[in-house]
C-alpha cells in the first residue's frame, strides 16, 4: 500500500504494533493514540510504503518503509556522521507479526515487497534497524533466538559503530529512556547482490 492506501490500516496497525513490541526485544509500553500519530506519516510520505499481511480481513502483520530522506534529522543526522547520504538509502522502518502467524515465511515476503518498492525507486541501498539489549536482561526469555542470522541470509550485515537513538517506556514504567539501535545495512538491490 502507498499513499492514502495506507490510511485504512492506521487504526489496526496501531494497534498490532503496541501488542508486538510490547514483547522482547522492544519491552515498548506503547499507546494506540501516539501510535496512530506516528504512523501518519507513512500515509503523507512521498515514497512510503505498508506491506500489510491479512487473514481475511483482519491485520495479522506489516511491515513499513520510507525514504530515508524523509526521516526525522535526529534519526538522520548518525547515518550522515558516519559517511551516508539519507538521500540513497530506503528505510525499512518496522515489521510486526502476530505470533500465531510466525515461521511461515511472511517475514521474506515483508523484505521481498520493501525491497521490490525501494528498488522500482531507484534504490540499491536499504537500511533498518535492531534494538541492542543485553544477553543478560532479566526480561530475555530462555528460548529467545535473534533474528540475526535470518537477516544475514538476506544479504544484511550490522554497520559497525552505527547506531541510532529513539526514546520509550518499557513496559511499566511511565518515563521513556533513550534505547540504542543497531544499523543493518544491504547494497545492490539493483542488481541483486548481497
Known amino acids: ?86 538521500a540513497t538509502i530506503f528505510y525499512f522502518a518496522e515489521s510486526v507479526l502476530d505470533a500465531q502467524w510466525r515461521g511461515q515465511g511472511l517475514g521474506h515476503g515483508f523484505f521481498d515487497a520493501r525491497e521490490a518498492h525501494a528498488r522500482a525507486l531507484g534504490f540499491d541501498r536499504a537500511a533498518f534497524c535492531a534494538v541492542i539489549r543485553p544477553m543478560d536482561h532479566p526480561a530475555r526469555p530462555k528460548d529467545y533466538r535473534p533474528l540475526d542470522p535470518f537477516w544475514r541470509k538476506r544479504g544484511y550485515l550490522p554497520v559497525e559503530g552505527l547506531t541510532v537513538g529513539f526514546d520509550w517506556p518499557d513496559v511499566g514504567e511511565t518515563a521513556s529512556s533513550r534505547k540504542r539501535m543497531q544499523v543493518w545495512m544491504r547494497d545492490g538491490l539493483l542488481s541483486g547482490a548481497g
Open 1 to 86: 500500500m502507498t499513499a492514502k492506501q495506507i490510511e485504512g490500516v492506521l487504526e489496526p496497525l496501531a494497534e498490532l504494533r503496541v501488542k508486538v513490541f510490547r514483547d522482547w526485544p522492544y519491552l515498548y509500553e506503547g499507546s494506540p493514540d501516539y501510535e496512530r500519530s506516528y504512523l501518519r506519516r507513512y500515509a503523507e510520505s512521498e515514497g512510503a510504503v505498508v506491506v500489510a499481511a491479512l487473514a481475511g480481513k483482519q491485520l495479522v502483520g506489516a511491515a513499513t518503509g520510507q525514504p530515508l530522506a524523509g526521516e526525522v534529522a535526529e534519526f538522520r543526522d548518525p547515518f550522515e556522521a558516519a559517511g551516508f547520504d539519507p
